[in-house]
């Protein structure tokens, strides 16, 4: 037995019967003023990222009468500048058998003015199940779209027994790309022996596919892997995931779920392939499932979900009707040292209002409203400090460890450290409710929700022997 569909004309009414709770949330003050949100209920993955004739889409997971009424849609954004965003209604409804129970997360596809949604259709049975091996549905499905804004009828493309006979039922997130002039499509699974890995699928017309082979690294890796993404830069290729399981390591996957990349040496031809060391793409306590699409002008451009699923964090935005949140745009690069690295979007410099700026040996005081952006640049390498960027939250540098220390605010976070030899960048965006810190250039990044007084609000650090400067712009 499965839960109905929910259809388009039902969704309207659900909403025009909750108005009252949509106009509350766009007031208050929690909300977030340069960031995707939801724009009520619940969020999670950037889903299906995409620019068509100059406009960007951003579809996510979307739940809007959480915790309610639990059906997932894909919620829609779009964009011409990064600044400045149109909300539309829902693009994709649970409303068929293939994904009555949430059209989950997938990604974009184009070719010959067409664009190519792929995704997980999530069926889940009532009944005594344990939902990993038996009790749930997890179909690729297609609808496609000539403008991001009316879409297709959905084609089931493939089931779970289309899938390799080892896996669980938990196969999902597809991404399509084109390698050697064929179509190839990753899949985030878990195996019947509890093994993530991404799957590969290959194709010569988009609709019918073949299992290929399955990416994962000698040892098993954590249990499940999900939202897997492709992306090649210049002539080095990646992968990203997210692999749930992987205990804690010191510093390292400090998160209840983690979420990273490895390089990947493979031709796309035979069934060897080589992948890289696994890096973490985020030290703080709220990053996961990011999406990375490339833009018209060539740009790799990461969105992540700013949150961590079963973190068990207060999120107190929730009482007020809304809860979670999508990063700001990154640009992705490879560094010098060959690793990737993400930068804010250079669209974001427009957020910039007041400026002021000054020596770091001579310290910091400045009252601020929550959202400002700050840089410290310190060619020479950082000495000790510490930075009050909030009343209760500290980023602080001692013995060549970065310690991002939110304790104080007492939502569940507490400290979240990362291992670097020379600081010599920090880029800090900081928003009602959230903190992102980019780290020399973004090799590294801290990404956090952050509830503390907005009130009386004061940036400060002591002065000291840092060579160096600090910029500071309110958004
Ligand atoms: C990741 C995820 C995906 C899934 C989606 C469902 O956060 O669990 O694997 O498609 O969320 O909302």
Same mark, same amino acid.
Not at 40 to 65: E, R, S, V
Not at 426 to 436: C, K, N, R
């Given at each position: 037995?499965?839960?109905?569909?929910?259809?388009?004309?039902?969704?309207?009414?659900?909403?025009?019967?909750?108005?009252?709770?949509?106009?509350?949330?766009?007031?208050?003050?929690?909300?977030?003023?340069?960031?995707?949100?939801?724009?009520?209920?619940?969020?999670?993955?950037?889903?299906?990222?995409?620019?068509?004739?100059?406009?960007?889409?951003?579809?996510?997971?979307?739940?809007?009468?959480?915790?309610?009424?639990?059906?997932?849609?894909?919620?829609?954004?779009?964009? %011409?500048?990064?600044?400045?965003?149109?909300?539309?209604?829902?693009?994709?409804?649970?409303?068929?058998?293939?994904?009555?129970?949430?059209?989950?997360?997938?990604?974009?596809?184009?070719?010959?003015?067409?664009?190519?949604?792929?995704?997980?259709?999530?069926?889940?049975?009532?009944?005594?199940?344990?939902?990993?091996?038996?009790?749930?549905?997890?179909?690729?499905?297609?609808?496609?779209?000539?403008?991001?804004?009316?879409?297709?009828?959905?084609?089931?493309?493939?089931?779970?027994?289309?899938?390799?006979?080892?896996?669980?039922?938990?196969?999902?997130?597809?991404?399509?790309?084109?390698?050697?002039?064929?179509?190839?499509?990753?899949?985030?699974?878990?195996?019947?022996?509890?093994?993530?890995?991404?799957?590969?699928?290959?194709?010569?017309?988009?609709?019918?596919?073949?299992? %290929?082979?399955?990416?994962?690294?000698?040892?098993?890796?954590?249990?499940?892997?999900?939202?897997?993404?492709?992306?090649?830069?210049?002539?080095?290729?990646?992968?990203?995931?997210?692999?749930?399981?992987?205990?804690?390591?010191?510093?390292?996957?400090?998160?209840?779920?983690?979420?990273?990349?490895?390089?990947?040496?493979?031709?796309?031809?035979?069934?060897?392939?080589?992948?890289?060391?696994?890096?973490?793409?985020?030290?703080?306590?709220?990053?996961?499932?990011?999406?990375?699409?490339?833009?018209?002008?060539?740009?790799?451009?990461?969105?992540?979900?700013?949150?961590?699923?079963?973190?068990?964090?207060?999120?107190?935005?929730?009482?007020?009707?809304?809860?979670?949140?999508?990063?700001?745009?990154?640009?992705?690069?490879?560094?010098?040292?060959?690793?990737?690295?993400?930068?804010?979007?250079?669209?974001?410099?427009?957020?910039?209002?007041?400026?002021?700026?000054?020596?770091?040996?001579?310290?910091?005081?400045?009252?601020?409203?929550?959202?400002?952006?700050?840089?410290?640049?310190?060619?020479?390498?950082?000495?000790?400090?510490?930075?009050?960027?909030?009343?209760?939250?500290?980023?602080?540098?001692?013995?060549?460890?970065? %310690?991002?220390?939110?304790?104080?605010?007492?939502?569940?976070?507490?400290?979240?450290?990362?291992?670097?030899?020379?600081?010599?960048?920090?880029?800090?965006?900081?928003?009602?409710?959230?903190?992102?810190?980019?780290?020399?250039?973004?090799?590294?990044?801290?990404?956090?929700?952050?509830?503390?007084?907005?009130?009386?609000?004061?940036?400060?650090?002591?002065?000291?022997?840092?060579?160096?400067?600090?910029?500071?712009?309110?958004?």
């Amino acid at each position: 037995m499965v839960k109905s569909p929910m259809k388009k004309e039902a969704y309207r009414k659900h909403f025009q019967e909750r108005k009252e709770w949509y106009d509350r949330v766009q007031k208050d003050p929690m909300r977030l003023q340069y960031h995707i949100q939801p724009p009520m209920g619940w969020l999670n993955d950037p889903n299906g990222l995409c620019q068509k004739d100059g406009i960007y889409h951003i579809y996510f997971q979307y739940c809007p009468f959480y915790p309610e009424l639990g059906s997932i849609f894909w919620g829609h954004m779009t964009t %011409k500048d990064f600044i400045h965003y149109d909300e539309h209604e829902p693009a994709v409804y649970p409303d068929t058998q293939w994904d009555c129970n949430g059209p989950y997360s997938g990604s974009a596809y184009q070719e010959n003015e067409t664009i190519y949604f792929f995704y997980t259709g999530n069926v889940r049975y009532e009944g005594s199940y344990n939902y990993v091996t038996d009790g749930r549905e997890q179909n690729t499905i297609l609808v496609t779209s000539r403008d991001g804004f009316t879409f297709s009828e959905k084609q089931l493309l493939m089931k779970n027994e289309d899938y390799p006979a080892d896996m669980s039922r938990h196969v999902r997130d597809p991404q399509v790309f084109r390698e050697n002039d064929r179509y190839f499509m990753i899949q985030g699974a878990r195996s019947v022996k509890d093994e993530g890995s991404i799957l590969l699928f290959e194709s010569e017309d988009l609709i019918h596919w073949s299992y %290929k082979l399955r990416f994962q690294p000698e040892k098993p890796f954590g249990y499940m892997w999900e939202c897997p993404n492709y992306l090649k830069i210049g002539d080095r290729r990646f992968l990203f995931t997210c692999p749930q399981g992987v205990p804690r390591d010191g510093f390292e996957f400090a998160n209840v779920y983690q979420c990273g990349w490895f390089s990947l040496d493979y031709d796309f031809k035979g069934e060897n392939y080589v992948l890289g060391a696994f890096h973490s793409l985020d030290r703080g306590f709220d990053f996961y499932a990011p999406q990375v699409f490339q833009d018209e002008a060539g740009r790799w451009i990461l969105f992540g979900w700013m949150a961590v699923p079963d973190a068990g964090y207060e999120e107190p935005t929730l009482a007020r009707g809304w809860i979670h949140a999508l990063t700001i745009p990154r640009e992705l690069y490879v560094n010098d040292a060959g690793l990737l690295c993400q930068r804010p979007l250079k669209e974001l410099k427009r957020l910039r209002k007041e400026k002021a700026s000054g020596k770091l040996s001579e310290g910091l005081k400045r009252w601020t409203s929550p959202c400002f952006e700050l840089k410290f640049l310190m060619e020479e390498g950082a000495e000790d400090f510490e930075l009050h960027l909030r009343e209760s939250v500290v980023l602080a540098y001692k013995d060549r460890v970065l %310690k991002l220390d939110m304790t104080g605010c007492g939502s569940g976070r507490t400290v979240r450290r990362l291992k670097t030899e020379k600081l010599w960048k920090l880029q800090i965006f900081s928003d009602t409710s959230s903190l992102e810190i980019f780290v020399n250039d973004g090799a590294d990044v801290f990404t956090s929700r952050i509830y503390d007084s907005m009130e009386n609000l004061q940036i400060r650090m002591a002065e000291g022997k840092i060579q160096g400067t600090w910029e500071y712009y309110s958004l």
